[in-house]
């Protein structure tokens, strides 16, 4: 099992989280995590390329 979750940059505080199975891939589960107008998305390697997906177009990444 693998928790995804969204954190607020500002507070620090959690707003969304997610469950899957362990090879579910993090990239796939961004827009679950975003809950705004959010315009920078960071994360590790699993986020790398984020901000090529027609769906998050206009978003800094910062892995």
Excluded: Y
Excluded at 7 to 26: I, K, M, P
Excluded at 31 to 59: C, N, Q, W, Y
Aim: glycine share 16%; with cysteine.
């Amino acid at each position: 099992m693998k928790a995804h979750i969204g954190v607020a940059a500002e507070s620090g505080l959690v707003h969304s989280v997610v469950g899957t199975a362990a090879n579910v891939a993090d990239i796939t589960q961004v827009g679950k995590l975003l809950h705004g107008d959010e315009s920078m998305v960071g994360g590790d390697a699993g986020f790398t390329g984020v901000d090529k997906r027609p769906e998050h177009e206009g978003r800094k990444v910062i892995c």
